[in-house]
């Protein structure tokens, strides 16, 4: 149902207006496209593609934005209310908050020198936003194998997509709340040296540097590649739900895969980006087109 062709005659300009504007960000802090690409992501997994995570809290609003996973977490509300105030200015009510999300992770990845891919387009904005399913429809750091691949399978996602999709781990930056467990588990399914180095910025007693943060690909965090494999390979993920992506399971094989080969990782990621993207979007005369992202109207 999505087009990619949807704002050709009604807001031909919507595709090179939000480019514009994520180039810019990303230019001005490389850490945005990562911010960016989780945000559709976080989106997406809530009552699907239908920007309920950027609704604001109100008297009929339980926003999104204060769900475990989110708060103090996600990132790049702002740099979207802006863009679509630019798009607005060009072509009031005709571009949703969704799509904007969707095109933006796209020029985000493209940014970072990341895999390309044509976003469906046609996506409406909800009218709620889903904070109690945030809770249990977001995977946590501290999951399992067996419950991120039924969380992905609940979203129509594989297993091949959702290695992919954690592909963007490559990217970007997580606190020390999010790994501590991990470098200080002194078990054997990480590596030594890399717990030790990563135990330096992150102290060992809740609450002390909670909020420092470390990059997810140790070797090459501001740039899109496929060391974020290699990493899992030497027991280097940051995140226990990076390293159970290797670690004597199912999905050993497609991480050795992606490791070996960044052309198949690139085509995976934009295909696996292209389905995330597709996951229950409103279409139609269902939801609305917003005026402002972080409001219904
Ligand atoms: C497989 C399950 C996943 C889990 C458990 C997970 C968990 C996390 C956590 C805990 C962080 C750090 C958050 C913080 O420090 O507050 C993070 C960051 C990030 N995640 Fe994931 N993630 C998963 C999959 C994905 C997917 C599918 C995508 C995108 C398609 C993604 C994109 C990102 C990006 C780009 C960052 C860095 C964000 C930034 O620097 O602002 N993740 N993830």
Redesign the pocket.
């Known amino acids: 149902q999505l087009s990619s062709s949807f704002y050709d005659n009604t807001c031909p300009k919507a595709l090179s207006t939000i480019r514009t504007a994520v180039r810019t960000a990303v230019s001005r802090e490389r ?5 960016l ?2 945000l ?2 976080h989106d997406c997994f809530v009552q699907g593609c239908d920007a309920s995570i950027l609704l604001n809290d109100s008297s009929s609003i339980q926003s999104e934005k204060n769900a475990p ?1 989110n708060l ?5 509300y702002d740099v979207i209310d802006d863009v679509k105030s630019e798009v607005e200015s060009i072509c009031p009510g005709i571009v949703s908050c969704a799509d904007i999300l969707a095109v933006a ?1 796209r020029d985000a990845s493209v940014a970072v020198s990341g895999p390309t891919w044509t976003v469906n387009l046609g996506r409406r904005d909800s009218t709620t936003s889903g904070l109690s399913q945030a809770a249990t429809n ?6 399992g194998l067996d419950r ?1 691949i039924s ?2 399978g609940s979203k129509g996602l594989s297993e091949r997509d ?1 290695v992919a ?2 592909g ?2 490559t ?5 020390c ?3 501590r467990d991990r470098i200080y588990d002194n078990g054997t399914d990480i590596d030594a040296g890399f717990a030790s180095t990563r135990r330096r910025r992150c102290p060992a007693t809740s609450g002390d540097g909670d909020d420092n ?1 470390a990059a ?1 690909d140790l070797v090459t965090p501001n740039s899109f590649d496929n060391n974020y494999f290699k990493n899992l390979i030497q027991k280097k993920g940051l ?1 226990q ?2 390293q159970v ?1 290797f670690s004597g399971g199912s999905t050993d094989s497609i991480v050795t895969g992606y490791s070996k080969s960044p052309s198949t990782f690139s085509s995976d990621f934009a295909s ?2 292209v389905k ?1 993207g597709n996951i229950e979007p409103l279409t139609g005369s269902a939801g609305e087109i917003r005026k402002l992202c972080s409001a219904i109207n």
């Open positions: 850490r945005m496209a990562a911010s690409i989780r559709h992501f996973n103090n977490s996600v990132r790049g992770a977001l995977p946590n750091f501290s999951d991120l969380l992905f959702m999709l954690s963007s781990h990217i970007g930056q997580a606190r709340v999010t790994f943060i997810l995140l739900s990076d992506l696996a980006m995330m």
